[in-house]
Structures are given as structure tokens and as C-alpha cells.
């Protein structure tokens, strides 16, 4: 079986560009909600925006100081118009509080028949752990079932934000935080990481990906298996795209962050201590499992352990891949 096919199985996105001018498609159940109470506020905002700058406008210009003219005694007050602009406000902001917080019930509250989907983020990538155990570096879910999101951090503070969805939530190191949605279209939504953390950010991408009905179940039984399915090789290179190696390591030479993998299994390297070091199977399980232990001449130490996150096997199929790019 060909990679492409592992990938394939949705049909491709329909719904990323087609919002509204100023919002995203509305892809969760949620999302008309937030977007109501939006445009409530919003129109509230401009139109006293509008009544307030025309009336100071009009009043400047109407009572200026001019030739001729002599100011009038200043007036005392006037409870009628006090009251109203008073308690006009009041009541739009007690308005404003109880939509919110009903909308912010509703979105906080995890309905109880969830299905439940572990969210790492980790400098530069997301991670999706399934009750199967498989670890996907894209969100699958079906479509109008709840998901529920228990989220963590293995390092600094992301940010998990799926526009479309009107979902955004911090991920926490040291703490689980939770959120959740329920999509209503089939197709693809982006996800991006709204917490500045680090060199490549930007780049902390991911897709939901929304199945149609019965096709959530195929993919998961699908994915859950891959190294039944397939070569090592073919397998290890599905496995160094989903467990987030590429936001690092390059497969075409360039430089990023870490060294790339093009022609470096089988390689001598420079250490930073200096020493001459052959790319062989060791070397690879062991910056994999303890990627501090040695690192090549000019680059940080900034690699996190994948103890306990990879398998032999899966640790087998990577080296396997890494021996293909040459
Ligand atoms: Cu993770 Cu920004």
C-alpha cells in the first residue's frame, strides 16, 4: 500500500475558504453561537460608536467659540437623561454577560456521551493519541458526534485554536486542560497554535480532518495498524511525519533546526565535543530515546525524549526509513 492511500480516504477540503467575509466557516456546533453574540456586540459597538461621534462632532461645531457670542451659565443636571444613559447601558451589559455566559456554558460543559481524543503539543507540532493508542500528527474525528479534548504540554504553553470551529484553548505543561466540539460538516479545518512558543511557531499546524459517517471507524482501524500494513520503511516515514520529526529535521538536505536525515544514516559526524561519530542503528535509537546524550557540531540541545513514546518496532521502522534517504 502506497503512503499516499494512508493519507487519503476524505475528500479534500470543502470548507476552508468558504466563510463569510469577515468569519470562517461555521464548522462546529458552536460556532453560529459565538459568531451571534459576536455581531450582537459588535453592532452595539458600532452603533454607539456612531451616535456618540456624531453628536461630540455636531456639538463642536454647533457650539464653538465664535465672534460676537457669549457662553451660556453651564447647566445643572438632568435626571432623565441621567437616568437613561444610565441604565440603557446597564442593561445592555447585563444582556452582553448572560448570552456570554451561557454561550461559555455551553462550550465549556462536555456533553456526556463524548468521544475522547488526548491533545500533546510540543515544540513545533501537535500530537493526537487515540483509545486504540495510535498517535496522529492530524485530528480525526466523525462527524456530528461530540469530541472531547484532554489537552497537555511537553514543554512550554501552545495554544490549541481551531478557527472554524470558534475553539481556542491554552495547553498547559504540567496540567490537563479540556475543551470541546462537535463538527457538522465532512472535510478539513486548520488548526494553528495561538501561543507564541518558540522559532517555529508559526509552523505548529495540524488539520481536523471530519469524517462522514462510518469513515472515522476505517480510518482509526486503518491507522491503527500501520506496521502491520506496510513495509518498515514505508512505515517509518509515516511515523517521522506524524510524531512531528519534520518540523526539525529535513528529508531534502536543507538545514533546520536539527540536522537532516538526507544522506545521514551510514554518515561520520562531528559531535560537539568533537569527537567522530557513524550514523549507524545505536546512534539513531539513542538520540531518539536520549537525544542529549550526543549532538552534532552546531546545534542545540533541544530535542525531547521519545522514551516511552515509540516502540522498538516503531523505533525499528524509523531507522529503516532513514537508511532509504540517501
Ligand atoms: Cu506552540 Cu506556538
Known sequence: MGLGSVLGGV????????????????????????????????????????????LSLYFVIRYRSRRGHRAEASPHHNTALELTWTIIPLVLVVVIFGWGFTVFMDMTTTPANAYEVQVTGQKWTWFFTYPNGHVDENLHVPVDRPVNLVMTSEDVIHSFFVPAFRLKRDVIPGRYTKTWFRATQPGE???????????????????????????????????????????????????????????????????????????????????????????????????????NAQITAGYEAVMPTYRGRLTDREITAIIEYLKTLQ
Open 11 to 54: 475528500a479534500p477540503s470543502l470548507a476552508a475558504g468558504a466563510g463569510d467575509f469577515w468569519m470562517p466557516f461555521q464548522g462546529s456546533t458552536t460556532a453560529p453561537a459565538v459568531d451571534r453574540l459576536f455581531y450582537f456586540i459588535f453592532w452595539v459597538s458600532v452603533f454607539f460608536f456612531v451616535l456618540i461621534v456624531g
Open 189 to 291: 479545518y486548520q488548526i494553528y497554535c495561538a501561543e507564541y512558543c518558540g522559532t517555529a511557531h508559526a509552523d505548529m499546524l495540524a488539520k481536523v480532518v471530519v469524517h462522514p459517517p462510518g469513515g472515522f471507524e476505517r480510518w482509526l482501524e486503518d491507522a491503527g495498524n500501520l506496521l502491520d500494513r506496510m513495509s518498515p520503511a514505508e512505515a517509518g516515514a509515516m511515523l517521522v511525519s506524524s510524531r512531528g520529526c519534520l518540523q526539525c529535521h529535513s528529508v531534502d538536505g536543507r538545514s533546520g533546526i536539527g540536522p537532516t536525515f538526507l544522506g545521514a544514516f551510514g554518515a561520520e559526524r562531528p559531535m560537539r565535543d568533537g569527537a567522530l561519530v557513524l550514523m549507524d542503528e545505536n546512534y539513531v535509537r539513542e538520540s531518539i530515546l536520549d537525544p
